[in-house]
């Protein structure tokens, strides 16, 4: 198996191959930013690439960019992203170019030797591996928006005064609802959310995080 690395991290970055070597596989070429990457893609046509999604120059989504259009590319070529932390809007738009040949996995897996070996064979076998941590972060993320979905219009609109730090006097007044209209709207919001009376939690806050979050 032909593998390139792109990681800015000269030890991790040869550790990796190290490991990668160790197991068998051909470690046809390293890079540490993005253009060098596809120069190496386009002159070794590799089986699959394994890339950070933070790189050179702005540490932002380099990776990421560089990773999509080797998709475009050469969609034979597999690629699995690492990441130092969950990036769930990172892992959707890796996951909505299809799940095949592709894998995301938090940079700590390559720790585990055997599971990081087995998923490098299986995505670049045609098969996926998603992070555990982030598949769960995921299923957070379409919960809260599951949940907020079930919101009425008009909880909606006091939602969305709350969040711009309105009191409940002001929200019955820029509606034109009485206090207690805009209080039961209130209380149906934080059941809505399930957002439960508690003591060290401030439910208007919360709600207003997960409406945003959403």
């Given at each position: ?102 894998g995301y996995l938090l940079k700590d ?74 209080e039961g709207h209130v209380r149906s ?6 957002l439960e009376p508690a003591l060290e ?14």
């Amino acid at each position: 198996m032909r593998v390139a690395i792109a990681d800015d991290a000269v030890l991790f970055r040869e550790g990796l191959a190290r490991l990668l070597e160790a197991s068998g596989m051909d470690v046809v070429g390293r890079a540490a930013d993005a253009p060098q990457l596809m120069s190496l893609v386009e002159a070794q046509k590799p089986d699959i690439v394994i890339t950070d999604i933070r790189m050179p120059p702005a540490h932002s989504t380099e990776g990421l960019v560089a990773a999509a259009e080797i998709r475009e590319r050469h969609p034979e070529v597999a690629v699995l992203l690492l990441s130092q932390y969950v990036e769930t809007t990172h892992a959707l738009r890796l996951l909505e170019r299809g799940a095949g040949r592709i894998g995301y996995l938090l940079k700590d897996r390559v720790a585990d030797v055997r599971d990081f070996i087995d998923a490098v064979r299986r995505v670049a076998g045609g098969g996926s591996a998603i992070d555990p941590e982030v598949v769960s972060e995921l299923l957070v993320r379409r919960r809260r928006h599951d949940l907020v979905g079930g919101l009425s219009d008009r909880e909606r609109e006091v939602l969305n005064l709350m969040a711009e730090g309105r009191s409940n006097v002001a929200i019955g007044r820029l509606l034109h609802l009485s206090d207690k209209t805009v209080e039961g709207h209130v209380r149906s919001i934080f059941s809505k959310l399930e957002l439960e009376p508690a003591l060290e939690d401030h439910r208007r806050v919360l709600a207003v995080l997960t409406y945003l979050r959403s």
